[in-house]
């Protein structure tokens, strides 16, 4: 049996030492800068992780290195984060969106993408199930 080497790959989006209060606090939308330091207190409360800027836009909590089964390549990524975008709130929260169709079910109005989740504003979804899902990720990542 041949076994795959790891190759660690340098991914553009890197941790940063730029201020995370600053960059909301730089976010024009009043809704979205409200919501993105409410989503701070959360992700922080739940992770029990200092945030830090990764790239100009991104903050996340924790950090972890991800290794494809297929390819073998490894990332150094977040495990949970989110980033104020113009069209909406984007969270990163890897999870199977197939594995935790219930709870998106019951979450409110959102989209989703691959190990992303895409909310206009917390008014439109619960909050009991948006806790629910990051404390998922949050230990979904820490077992990979």
């Keep these: 049996m041949v076994t795959k080497k790891s190759k660690l790959v340098e991914i553009k989006t890197k ?21 993105s330091f409410v989503l701070l207190e959360l992700m922080k409360s739940l992770s029990k992780e200092e945030p830090k800027m990764w790239g100009k836009s991104l ?39 197939k594995a935790i169709g ?5 979450l409110g109005k959102h989209k989703t993408g691959v190990g992303c989740l895409y909310i206009s504003n917390l008014e439109d979804v619960d909050l009991k ?15 990979q």
Excluded at 16 to 35: E, H, L, M, Y
């Design 129 to 143: 199930v948006l806790k629910r899902l990051i404390r998922e990720a949050l230990i979904k990542g820490k077992r």
């Design 102 to 106: 219930e709870d998106l079910k019951k």
């Design 59 to 97: 903050i996340g909590f924790g950090n972890k290195r991800y290794k494809s089964p297929k390819t073998g390549r490894e990332v150094d990524w977040l495990l949970i984060g989110f980033s104020p975008r113009k069209a909406n709130l984007s969270l990163y929260l890897m999870l199977d969106i």
């Design 15 to 35: 941790q940063t030492s730029d201020s995370v209060v600053d960059f909301i606090n730089s976010v024009n939308d009043v809704q979205k800068r409200n919501d």
